[in-house]
Nanobody
Framework: QVQLVESGGGSVQAGGSLRLSCAAS????????MAWFRQAPGKEREGVAA???????SYADSVKGRFTISKDNAKNTLYLQMNSLKPEDTAMYYC?????????????????WGQGTQVTVSS
């Protein structure tokens, strides 16, 4: 059974940094496409960053140059390094994965989801 558990969220001031982690179990990271999504109150869930099986990455325009997605296949863990955080980055952040993904930042492509970790950025 696939399980994804996020950690690393918290409260930070604008301009600060956080690193989110997503520990996966029940499968091998290297065979899956993985992504980070976020959902702010009153808004739809949006794709933030994705990484496919060969390590190719995709980013939402709003986070390019500030966020970096990576994975450690030996630890079966996905990461999201978030720098230069802005108040508009405040949201619940979710980890997602699936074997086959056609559109890397589309939530409908992913069947496996974590419970989320809250990120709050104050101005």
């Amino acid at each position: 059974q696939v399980q994804l558990v996020e950690s690393g969220g918290g409260s930070v001031q604008a301009g600060g940094s956080l690193r989110l982690s997503c520990a996966a179990s029940g499968y091998t990271n290297s065979r899956y496409c993985m992504a980070w999504f976020r959902q702010a109150p009153g808004k739809e869930r949006e794709g933030v960053a994705a990484i496919d099986r060969d390590g190719s990455t995709s980013y939402a325009d709003s986070v390019k140059g500030r966020f970096t997605i990576s994975k450690d296949n030996a630890k079966n863990t996905l990461y999201l390094q978030m720098n230069s955080l802005k108040p508009e980055d405040t949201a619940m952040y979710y980890c997602a994965s699936d074997l086959w993904v056609a559109a890397a930042l589309a939530q409908s492509e992913y069947n496996y989801w974590g419970q989320g970790t809250q990120v709050t950025v104050s101005s």
